[in-house]
Each structure stands twice: as C-alpha cells, then as structure tokens.
C-alpha cells in the first residue's frame, strides 16, 4: 500500500446536533463516542484529549500543558493550565545559556492533568475515569499509526538522539513506526488507569510524582514535590476585541492570544472586507497587522504577575488606529518577528445539543517536548520553559515559579452576546496568525469552517519573511515581493497548523470543519 495521496481532495463540512473536531480520527471518535453515552461537550473534549496523548504522541501527552474557554449554554469560562518553572530555577541556572530548549531545564511543571480534572469536577457530567476508557484501551492493546503523525515521529527522531528514555518508550526496534503500523504503549495504559482512578493526585501527590522527582534528581533537574504538589491552574477572565459584528475571545497572557485581538483591532481600521479573499492587498494587511502584534508580544506578554503593561492597554483603540495608520499599503516593513517556532500541539472543539460548546488545547511545544520521559510510565514532558525570555530585567526573563510565554491559544466567538464559534488553529506561532485568517475567511467573506480550513495560508516567519502556500505563491507571490516582502522558500505543508472549527447556526445545529493538513476529522450525530 502507498501512503500518499496524489489528488486535491475536497472534505465537506459536518453538520449536526452534536459534534467533534479533531486532528486524530480515533480522538474524534472517542469524544463522540462520549457523547452518545450521556456526557456532554466537555466530557467529549477531555475523551478527546485523553485520547490525544496516545495517540498523536508527536504534538502532546500526559506531560503537557492545557488551555481551554467553555461556554456552558449562558457565559463564557476561561481556564489557564499552565505550569510554573520549578521553584530552584534562577536567572544565574541559566547565564551560560543561549537559550532554552530541551532537557530537564526545559522543563514546567505538567497542568494537563490538573486541566482534565477541573474541567471535569465544573462541568463534566460523566464519572471522571469513564473519560479514558478510550485512551487506556489504545495504550494497551495499540493503534494504528496515521499517516502525518508517523512523518512527524520520523522527523522528530534527531532531535532527541541523545535521549534513552525517549529512544526506549517511543523507538522500538531503533525507529519511528511506520504509517499502518501498530504502536502500543502497557506503561502508559497503567499511567492513565492510575490518573483515572486517583482524579489526577497519582502525578501531583502520589507515586508518578514521585517518580517524576526522582528522574530528575537522577538527571540534575531540579523540579521537586513542592513543585508539583502547588500547582493548580487557573479560571480567568477572558480577553476581546470586536472585529466586524462579533466578538473575539482569547485566553490572557501568559499566553499569545492578545496577539490575534491586537491584529484584528489594528485590521477594523483598514477596511480588510472591500479588498478581494486572497488577494495581495489583503494579506499584505494582515501580514503588516500580525508583525505589530508580535512585535507587542514579545516586548510586553508574560506571567501576568510579572508584566509591566496590562493587555488591556495593547488594545486601546486609539492606539490600535495609530498602529493602522503607520502601515504602508504598497509597503512591508522591514520588522522581524522575534517569536520560537515549534510544532507540538493539539486542538480540538466540541459542541453538544444543549448548546455547550468547547474549544481545548494541550501541547509538547517541541514536538515530542522535552525529551525528557519517565521510565516505566509512558510520561513525556513539555519544553514549555523554552517559552522563557534570557535577557535580564524583560518580563518573560526566566525565573523560578513563573509561568513563560506560551504560544498555545484556544479561539472563541460571540455575535449578538450569543455563541456562534469554537476554534483554533494549531502550531507555534502560526496559531495567532491562524486565528486572524480563520476570522477573515469567515467573517470577512463568509466561509464556512471546512472551506476557511481548506484555504490557503501565510506564514510570517522569526525573521519577517513570509511563506505562502501553494495556492498563494504563484498568484501573489510576486505582487507581494514586489511591496518588499522577503519570500520564505520552501514552505512545507507542516508550517501552515491545523485548524478544527465548529460554529452554530441559526436554527441550534453546528457546523464543523477539520484541517486536511492533518490526520483528524469532524464527525457528529
């Protein structure tokens, strides 16, 4: 059998009374599965996520962080699951450092699991160990390793080489599976039976913390039970912006959803609607909107404990029109967008017919993340401390019980006060971009969630360049280097995320699309 796929292909959306969007067929199916077992769309999207760490282990798992906004059929609900850097970390940890990336001092304390559990005890209504049948039952018997998620375990390999733990739990027979491969994870099934079982006090308070500390005394981490043990996630108030006649919300710093609200408060000011749907002048504007708003980012977002400027201040709207004002619509700047790539993320949404609706992200950031594993339980932890700043007095500089700068931001709309979106597009810093061009096609030009996922995208990357995809290069692409954008080449298809959208209609169905850049799917009944 050849695992390529030749021909464009063209996915319909899926419209129903209940739905799931995610980047793994089996994941989907978990969380309908949970659905039509009682549970509603929280308990699908923690099926989900769950279910994710088994099987899409190159983007998250049970070491990864979380974040998620419910609306729960009357408000809106933010929830912020990240973890703090251990407590011993210090400025002076990391002075011969260029930077963080893997390894033990890359390392944040896991909020995934904690994430699940508040989800679940605030709005769940299935008993809370129901939720990982699916995810145990794959851990232990195996799964079918999907195409894209067994190129990215191919390419992840390098990386992490000179990691034994990883080599041993996710290499076997010295190699990434191979698409139609079976992958099966007994350690990590037990993991998941114990976090079950315990409401998640296995990792925080009981033996896999133990064993997490213990590995990393063994290696020179320093991440100790007190870390774990005071960790807690945290309900939050969510951000907005207008945009059009809707309302945008994102999660407040420390992650990077200001970003998407500053860009789109900058593009209400330059008319975006009256230029054509991927058109020259409509993404140069949002390109020269999105290096504003990172260029805020980095100098201003961090653990909002230690931030100098409220983020409500980025989104004046004065000093969003002034922003707009100084673009060149003939001209790029010559800015560069300071930001870390990286690749390990999931995203999912959820909707169900009492008008719940979710929109969950959890992630690795690197890939696979740290590289750091647990022997014997199936535990890969995060790299999200790479997220940190290393220069001395900026308010994301590292330090030791703070939050970094996180990339990973689920998406929601309103119109009219009332629910009408639940999305996000995962991967890096394409994820802010992402949701600014998702709100254009939909909002803008009114396409439907499959056909604002199918659409072609940009990219601009930690340099200013751009990349575009194939559907943009050959029209635009010279129109764009003509205004004195620097052309990214190649652009691989993994650059541009992936997007799982579901909005409501009018008569209470949703509809719901699912990125073909990735191996998921949208299904529902």
């Not at 001092?105 to 299935?126: C, H, I, K, N």
């Not at 100098?308 to 000093?319: H, I, S, V």
Request: with cysteine; hydrophobic share 40%; charged share 20%.
């Amino acid at each position: 059998m050849y695992w390529e796929f030749p021909y464009p292909s063209r996915r319909v959306p899926v419209c129903a009374r209940n739905v799931v969007a995610t980047s793994q067929p089996l994941a989907a199916q978990a969380g309908l599965n949970v659905l039509r077992q009682g549970g509603n769309a929280v308990d699908a999207a923690l099926a989900s996520a769950i279910t994710l760490t088994v099987v899409e282990p190159t983007s998250n798992g049970i070491g990864s962080d979380a974040f998620a906004i419910v609306w729960d059929g009357s408000e809106l609900h933010g929830f912020n699951g990240s973890g703090r850097s251990p407590r011993a970390w210090s400025e002076d940890r990391f002075a011969a450092c260029e930077a963080i990336t893997v390894g033990w001092d890359s390392v944040t304390v896991p909020g995934a699991v904690d994430t699940w559990r508040q989800l679940s005890e605030r709005f769940g209504r299935m008993a809370f160990d129901a939720l990982f049948d699916s995810a145990i039952d794959y851990a232990r018997t195996g799964f079918v390793v999907t195409p894209t998620i067994a190129g990215q375990w191919r390419e992840a390999v390098d990386g992490y080489r000179d990691f034994p733990d990883f080599l041993a739990a996710f290499l076997r027979d010295g190699r990434a599976p191979l698409p139609g491969e079976i992958f099966r994870f007994p350690e990590q099934a037990a993991t998941l039976q114990s976090i079950a079982e315990t409401r998640g006090d296995a990792l925080y308070r009981g033996p896999l913390g133990d064993a997490l500390v213990a590995h990393a005394r063994r290696q020179g981490g320093v991440m100790e039970r007190a870390d774990l043990e005071s960790h807690r996630g945290e309900w939050v108030d969510l951000l907005t912006q207008s945009y059009r006649d809707i309302d945008v919300y994102e999660i407040p710093p420390n992650g990077q959803g200001v970003a998407v609200l500053i860009a789109l408060g900058i593009l209400t000011h330059v008319r975006l609607e009256e230029y054509p749907l991927d058109g020259a002048d409509s993404i140069h504007l949002q390109i020269e909107a999105m290096k504003l708003a990172f260029r805020d980012l980095q100098a201003h977002i961090a653990d909002p404990a230690h931030m100098r400027l409220a983020p409500e201040d980025l989104l004046d709207t004065q000093r969003l029109a002034a922003l707009a004002g100084g673009i060149d619509v003939k001209r790029a700047s010559a800015m560069a967008v300071p930001v870390i790539d990286d690749g390990g993320t999931v995203y999912l949404s959820t909707a169900d017919d009492s008008g719940m609706m979710v929109s969950y992200i959890q992630s690795n950031y690197w890939g696979f993340g740290s590289g750091v594993v647990i022997p014997g339980t199936g535990i890969s932890l995060q790299n999200r401390g790479a997220g940190f700043n290393l220069t001395h007095g900026h308010p994301n500089c590292v330090a030791g019980g703070k939050r970094p700068l996180h990339t990973i931001i689920p998406g929601f709309v309103r119109r009219g006060g009332q629910p009408l979106l639940a999305f996000g597009v995962m991967g890096g810093h394409m994820q802010a971009q992402g949701h600014v061009q998702m709100c254009v096609r939909l909002f803008d030009h009114g396409q439907n969630p499959q056909a604002a996922a199918d659409g072609p995208r940009w990219f601009v990357d930690t340099r200013g360049a751009v990349a575009l995809e194939s559907g943009l290069a050959c029209t635009i692409g010279p129109d764009l280097a003509a205004r004195g954008h620097a052309l990214a080449t190649p652009a691989p298809v993994s650059l541009f995320g992936g997007a799982q959208l579901i909005q409501r209609l009018d008569n209470g169905y949703y509809c719901a699309g699912s990125d073909p850049r990735k191996d998921g799917q949208a299904v529902g009944y």
